[in-house]
């Protein structure tokens, strides 16, 4: 078997393990999870056990050292299953920052505990209310006083935090007006959340979906200087490698969306009768649903090349930017398709098609705006001007 072959053959056969595991979780326990608003505690400790969210830890700190391209097939099968891989996706994704810009140290010390489940990086705090995608404008500041750094302030929408032992913050360092560029003067921290204490203090936010998020108020929170990831004011540059990893994952989070809606409906058409023939005989059903799938593949595609250059540590801004932007798309594309194909059962909480198509919606807004994706696509691969 060629090296290409060997590769494939053990994607698939990680593949048909995240399946296996996710058999364990149906349907109704998502619903039930959904109806009560509660943590997947159970699947999200079955994912650990099994090291799936230690995949990106290298083998010498007891992960299992695989590459983005792994992780994003364990997303996309996650939430093709019906599942939701947001419980735990930025334990993936919040490991480009320390793994890329954290010392030896660090890594050493944090690491190991997360690879065995003993410690959870769940929670990544960057916005703000006031700053919303505009990073450059946060305002959470942390004064450095000696050996400590003080840090007063507030961040939004911090997903998982009261599931986390350990929190990467990025946080101002330099006033804005003394920086010496814009996305000068921010630096990157690992927060010990279980020796913060009252000076970190957490208010859940009710949204649409279960997405466990919240606000997050900084009052007097301690920092050790050994807990900020590599040089004071660079925080900003570092993030954005955990930033790409991000986009990819959430990405293959729509694929698996995308795909779950395509495979329910395609069963639901052929099983469906009225007026004497299966729905899926007829080109209104038929053809939506095999958009869907072609765009989804498409959004695919995309996704895979944005992976190809992650793990070869190439740049790849504009590459992760838009497999999000097509997956997302996909995903809500297929949505729509299948609300249609189930007609009236598709409002039914018991078949899970409204459930999921609330949650697709998300990624079109989260973690970054399409449309800033457009922005971003316009300014530094066309050359545009600069539309803000």
């Not at 090296?3 to 994607?11: N, W």
């Not at 419980?87 to 490991?95: G, K, L, P, S």
């Not at 961040?155 to 929190?167: G, N, P, Q, T, W």
């Not at 807004?365 to 691969?381: I, K, R, T």
């Amino acid at each position: 078997m060629t090296d290409a072959g060997e590769v494939r053959a053990t994607r698939e056969a990680l593949r048909e393990e995240v399946r296996r595991l996710c058999a364990r979780y149906p349907s109704s326990y998502w619903q039930e999870l959904d109806r009560e608003r509660a943590y997947p505690s159970a699947f999200v400790r079955d994912l650990t056990e099994g090291g799936y969210l230690a995949c990106l830890v290298p083998e010498e700190y007891g992960g299992a050292g695989l590459g983005m391209a792994e992780a994003a097939l364990i997303l996309e099968e996650i939430n093709r299953s019906g599942g939701n891989a947001a419980a735990c996706h930025a334990q993936m994704y919040t490991m480009g920052t320390l793994l890329r810009h954290g010392s030896a140290e660090q890594k050493a010390r944090w690491l190991p505990g997360i690879a065995a489940g003993q410690l959870r990086l769940q929670a990544f705090a960057v916005t703000e209310p006031d700053a919303g995608s505009d990073t450059t404008r946060i305002a959470t500041f942390a004064e450095r006083r000696g050996e400590r750094y003080v840090v007063n302030g507030q961040k939004v929408f911090i997903s998982r935090v009261a599931h986390s032992d350990l929190m990467l913050l990025l946080a101002r360092t330099t006033p804005r007006d003394e920086a010496a560029r814009k996305t000068a003067g921010l630096s990157a921290f690992v927060v010990d959340l279980r020796e913060a204490g009252d000076t970190v203090r957490v208010a859940p936010l009710e949204t649409m979906i279960n997405h466990d998020t919240y606000e997050v108020f900084f009052e007097g929170l301690e920092i050790p200087v050994e807990s900020r990831i590599g040089e004071e004011g660079r925080g900003f540059e570092y993030i954005l490698s955990g930033m790409n990893a991000e986009r990819i994952l959430l990405a293959s989070e729509s694929l698996g969306d995308a795909l779950f809606f395509v495979d329910r409906c395609t069963k639901y058409a052929n099983e469906r009768v009225v007026f004497d023939r299966p729905i899926g005989r007829n080109q209104g059903v038929q053809f939506p649903i095999a958009r869907a799938y072609v765009h989804a593949r498409a959004a695919m595609a995309a996704r895979d090349d944005a992976v190809r250059l992650y793990d070869a540590g190439e740049p790849c801004g504009a590459e992760a930017n838009m497999s999000k932007l097509l997956a997302s798309e996909a995903a809500w594309e297929a949505a729509n398709v299948a609300m249609d194909v189930f007609g009236g059962y598709g409002m039914a909480t018991e078949f899970g098609i409204e459930r999921k198509f609330r949650e697709a919606r998300l990624y079109l807004v989260a973690p970054v705006a399409n449309n800033l994706v457009l922005s971003y696509v316009g300014q530094h691969v066309l050359g545009l001007p600069r539309s803000f």
